[in-house]
């Protein structure tokens, strides 16, 4: 079984900054994309940012040129670096993972998930 851990959510003010973390542990022996989504009351579940195993990345066209994704491999853990935070980024984000379990079968997992809410 593989796990995702997040971290680093909260409460800020516009303009702000948070620095949400994903931790991926368990049977894992490779990992391919690494990404965030958002999910805010009454809207469907979006991309925000994603990163490939190789490093390429891409974002949704609403937090482009504000939030940054990066990944520590050696420690199996993706990052969401938010800058410039809008009210409307305000959502439950979750970390989704993919990639091969110990004994080769494939794996497509998600945390559970953590708040974010930038205040006016």
């Known amino acids: 079984q593989v796990q995702l851990v997040e971290s680093g959510g909260g409460l800020v003010q516009a303009g702000g900054s948070l620095r949400l973390s994903c931790a991926a542990s368990?049977?894992?022996?490779?990992?391919?994309?690494m990404g965030w989504y958002r999910q805010a009351p009454g809207k469907q579940r979006e991309l925000v940012a994603r990163?490939?195993?190789?490093?390429?990345?891409n974002y949704a066209d609403s937090v482009k040129g504000r939030f940054t994704i990066f990944k520590n491999n050696a420690k199996k853990t993706v990052y969401l670096q938010m800058n410039s935070l809008k009210p409307e980024d305000t959502a439950v984000y979750y970390c989704?993972?993919?990639?091969?379990?110990?004994?080769?079968?494939?794996?497509?997992?998600w945390g559970q998930g953590i708040q974010v809410t930038v205040s006016s």
């Open positions: 990163i490939s195993s190789g490093g390429s990345t």
């Open positions: 989704n993972a993919d990639g091969e379990r110990s004994w080769g079968a494939p794996f497509d997992s």
């Open positions: 368990g049977s894992i022996f490779s990992l391919n994309d």
